[in-house]
């Protein structure tokens, strides 16, 4: 009852509360360890669903098994792993297909939230978050329809969401919106509205979802709450500031420009260069090429400042981008090398007589890395 009055109390009504398959793990070490036991599900087995934690070694504590357990056919193999969910209210996450893949977990009102507020079930073999979008199993059908998709920071936000209508809303799952969620996001729709929280840690957020959205050509808008609630507190409060909110959202450009020159003064030369900046930082994310040249048009005519100024700028910010996934791509290449150098060693020294004959068409100057190099070089004498 504390759980689902809470759960009200936020907004939510019991259809949404069943349709989302909310529930609660209560307080307790090893409650779903011994549930699972009792269903022959070994250790090993829940481990990897991520719903266990592994003890450390730090005494000789033990937590305390049940005697139902204890004296039963069902053995706990060992006590080092305790449940990762405790006293909690449970959101459970599918995958597109509506099959439960993992958690998020908030605090049960009341209870101690020094620790975490939200704990997530890890990655795991079921449960890749980077591809996982939460609630569009359900906004699947609606995204598509609309060729719209709403994305949200909260899960209560998406329940909330649908609750008031707006189906096609959905939530990136305890990480930042990923290139492979954007692609999943462009199979059913080319238009994307961002509704993050108005704090500092929310719009840190929609700057990185915005690139990534940029990058693969997805129409970005931004819902804008001047309250600074979020999308289930406002909701809560009048489902119509919400809705005139995602009607109105601007061009994710307009509202860059718009937030960039409340700030600044463009007639000051300090100013105008920090303007310049921050924008043609967006613009540089935008994969059309007439998309850009349309804003840094507009740009260099609030700031009067000739274009061909501001490409130069753009062409150093891209490449000043472009210089570290290059050195990536290099270590990377060094690395295959290497491995590849160490295999061919440790084939040599595995099956020597068989390799015998092969040496005299391997050279040491074939070799990169100079320490595999000089092994080669020994075995040759040595043969």
């Known amino acids: 009852e504390k759980i689902l009055g809470y759960l009200r109390e936020r907004g939510l009504n019991d259809q949404n509360?069943?349709?989302?398959?909310?529930?609660?793990?209560?307080?307790?070490?090893?409650?779903?360890?011994?549930?699972?036991?009792?269903?022959?599900?070994?250790?090993?087995?829940?481990?990897?669903?991520?719903?266990?934690?592994k003890k450390e070694k730090i005494s000789n504590f033990q937590f305390p098994i049940s005697n139902e357990i204890q004296n039963s056919k069902f053995k706990i193999q060992n006590s080092?792993?305790?449940?990762?969910?405790?006293d909690r209210i449970m959101f459970p996450i599918?995958?597109?297909?509506?099959?439960?893949?993992?958690?998020?977990?908030?605090?049960?009102?009341?209870?101690?939230?020094?620790?975490?507020?939200?704990?997530?079930?890890?990655?795991?073999?079921l449960y890749d978050k980077g591809k996982i979008l939460y609630g569009l199993n359900?906004?699947?059908?609606?995204?598509?329809k609309r060729n719209e998709a709403v994305l949200v920071e909260g899960n209560t936000d998406v329940i909330a969401s649908h609750q008031a209508g707006f189906v096609q809303t959905i939530a990136v799952s305890g990480?930042?919106?990923?290139?492979?969620?954007?692609?999943?996001?462009?199979?059913?729709?080319?238009?994307?509205?961002?509704?993050?929280?108005?704090?500092?840690?929310?719009?840190?957020?929609?700057?990185?979802?915005i690139k990534i959205c940029l990058e693969n050509d997805l129409n970005v808008k931004i819902i804008s709450l001047s309250s600074g609630k979020d999308a289930a507190e406002c909701l809560k409060e009048n489902s119509e500031v919400w809705e005139k909110a995602v009607e109105s959202a601007s061009g994710v450009m307009e509202y860059f420009f718009q937030e960039t020159f409340s700030r600044l003064d463009s007639k000051k030369p300090t100013d105008k260069k920090k303007i310049a900046q921050e924008l043609l930082n967006v613009i540089k994310d935008i994969s059309s090429p007439i998309e850009q040249a349309h804003w840094i048009k507009i740009l260099a005519g609030k700031i009067e400042t000739d274009e061909k100024i501001l490409l130069g700028v753009l062409e150093k910010a891209r490449s000043k981008e472009m210089q570290p996934a290059v050195r990536k791509e290099e270590?990377?290449?060094?690395?295959?090398?290497k491995s590849l150098e160490k295999n061919i060693l440790g084939i040599i020294l595995a099956f020597p007589?068989?390799?015998?004959?092969?040496?005299?068409?391997?050279?040491?100057?074939?070799?990169?890395?100079?320490?595999?190099?000089?092994?080669?070089?020994?075995?040759?004498?040595?043969?």
């Open 94 to 125: 599918q995958d597109i297909l509506g099959r439960v893949v993992g958690y998020s977990a908030r605090v049960a009102p009341g209870g101690d939230e020094k620790n975490a507020k939200y704990v997530n079930t890890p990655q795991t073999t």
């Open 175 to 209: 990480t930042a919106l990923t290139d492979q969620q954007v692609k999943i996001i462009k199979r059913y729709a080319e238009n994307i509205k961002m509704g993050f929280d108005m704090d500092a840690a929310g719009q840190t957020a929609a700057r990185r979802s």
């Open 80 to 86: 080092d792993y305790y449940d990762r969910f405790r």
């Open 353 to 383: 007589n068989e390799c015998v004959s092969e040496l005299g068409k391997i050279h040491a100057g074939d070799f990169q890395n100079e320490k595999e190099r000089a092994i080669l070089e020994a075995i040759k004498k040595d043969k």
């Open 17 to 53: 509360i069943k349709k989302f398959r909310l529930g609660y793990a209560p307080d307790g070490w090893r409650n779903i360890l011994e549930f699972l036991a009792k269903k022959n599900y070994k250790i090993d087995e829940i481990s990897k669903t991520g719903l266990l934690v």
């Open 331 to 337: 270590e990377g290449k060094d690395d295959r090398e």
């Open 138 to 144: 359900l906004a699947k059908v609606e995204i598509k």
